[in-house]
């Protein structure tokens, strides 16, 4: 076991050596002690403490005591709102109490006594210190066996609702939630909870069978799995609740009859295999339909649940019916997004000598669809057209006008071989008027090749510049050719600008996700990439793209980001 001279943390988080004064303090304490910061991260520990809590100062340091350790009598997460020991050293004052309760490394609770008292060092700022001992002939694992299992208190139930409606509400990943929802049953109401979900397809699946072993929640995967259909007429507590008839009680008694389904015959399986002597199931009901099952089992605990329990048990169910179907119908939705936005981004073009690929990331809370988009085509002459915008909006209508604008600007390319100047200036004038689109930003551009010379000839309508990359890595933004976005009303000429590309050079095609951040510049953004792109140029073009995406844009932005890009030969 670790000594009291490590100060430090974990998750990222530096470690250090506690200062002598600090670490003699500790060592001279002769009953548990940690110190916390103004957070309430565990800064240091003594080995009292290490060994009361069954915790190796590893599994302490850095981490936040009250989240870790502060449980109610009952094994519930504490809110922060009851706990007192917070508030202390968050205000900064002292403050003890006889009767808290902690959760050890092993997952059992001890009562603890404990004063919190702020101090200062020289070299370690204000922090607080924390003493507490166990009382005297007090035995962890008694305490465990004799905890009250019966119906929770009212405030102990109302705290388990709020942080169930808390955790359930905020995601919206399925199977995160139902990771959450047994989290919070197991062990504090049951020792084992199944959850039974019914697919979009009326298929049953056992999605969970989970039981807690020292402290840790451990899947029996042997029973999840498919499961045979819901009988419409069966009278047994699960099939009842799969058809959202009421929620009741079962032990293994219930299921020793003849089986009445291939149900009835996975239930019995259940019993006997965890050794469930008490169960009680409720439906997880959705707004429009059932969604599944809970089953709180007990086997390990002598007290069975009972009809006072389930109240509890709906509550907590309701809770995690509207989170489930909110979860689904977020998943499904990002179903329809993915599929509508791989069939609106292009397959890029063959070339002869170009290399070209493109990259399209969604912003995380945008259905995985929005209004950035790229565009590579062929065009009669030969040449290649070359686009990339940013409709605004982050949502489907966005796409839905990102798709109208680049099939308007196909058509135009095509139809008329002018500069690109002309054609976007006619996509303007049709915008307003043809169009959901209310403002985008839009560069196009024609590259074609003359004599192993490869020059772009561009027009840019409110949009970040192309970066141009050299071999050598000499990087400069194409600037010229800049005019006003599209969607505002006002029709008049737009610039071209011409460029060559020097043999081997990396051109770069971006929408502003790649460079804009919260409280930055523009500027900073545009010389991240720069400095970037110019270290990666050596890289082959895929590699060049993917390291580019994930090294320049800046780590709070939550926007989209679409880039395209492509390298001339490095010879005729």
Known sequence: MTGPDTVGGTDGRSSRTASPSLSALLAALGTGAYVVDEQGRILAVNTHAEQLLARPAGDLLGHDAHDLLHRSRYGAPLPGTQCGMRQAYTTGRALQSEEEWFERGDGSLVPVSWLVTPFRTEDAGEPTLVLFHVPRDHDAAATEANRPHGPLPELERLALLAETTTQLTSTLDVEQALRRLVGLVVPQLADWAIVDLITEHDEVRRSAVVHAENGVLVHREDLEGPMPPVPPDSVMPLSRALRGVSSALAGPETYQGTPDSGLAVEQRRLFEETGIHSAAIAPIRGVREVLGALTLGRAQRPEPLTAADLPL????????????????????????????????????????????????????????????????????????????????????????????????????????????????????????????????????????????????????????????????????????????????????????????????????????????????????????????????????????????????????????????????????
Do not use: C
């Open 313 to 572: 048990l709906e509550d907590i169910t309701r809770r995690a019916g509207l989170a489930l179907d909110n979860a689904r119908l977020y998943q499904r939705q990002r179903k329809v997004a993915e599929t509508m936005q791989r069939h609106l981004l292009p397959q890029l073009p063959r070339v002869p000598g170009l290399r070209m690929t493109a990259r399209y990331l969604a912003a995380p809370d945008a259905s995985q669809v929005g209004g950035d988009w790229y565009d590579a085509f062929t065009l009669p002459d030969g040449a290649t057209a070359l686009a990339i915008g940013d409709v605004v909006g982050h949502d489907l209508d966005a796409a839905a006008g990102m798709a109208q604008l680049r099939n308007m600007l196909r058509a135009y390319a095509w139809a008329q071989q002018d500069p690109p100047s002309r054609i976007v200036e006619r996509l303007d004038q049709a915008v307003l008027h043809i169009t959901d689109v209310t403002m985008a930003t839009l560069l196009f551009a024609r590259l074609a090749a003359d004599d192993g010379r490869w020059r772009l000839l561009w027009t840019n309508a409110g949009h970040p510049p192309p970066l141009l990359v050299a071999p050598d890595g000499r990087a400069r933004y194409l600037t010229d050719g800049h005019g006003i976005l599209l969607g505002t009303g006002s029709h008049g000429p737009r610039p071209d600008a011409t460029a060559e590309l020097p043999p081997g050079a990396t051109l770069l095609l971006y929408t502003d996700g790649l460079i804009e951040a919260p409280g930055r510049s523009l500027d900073e953004g545009l010389h991240r990439l720069r400095r970037h792109a110019a270290s990666l140029t050596h890289r082959p073009l895929e590699a060049f793209t993917d390291l580019l995406l994930e090294r320049a844009r800046p780590s709070g932005n939550d926007d989209d980001v679409a880039l395209l890009a492509l390298r001339v030969p490095s010879g005729p």
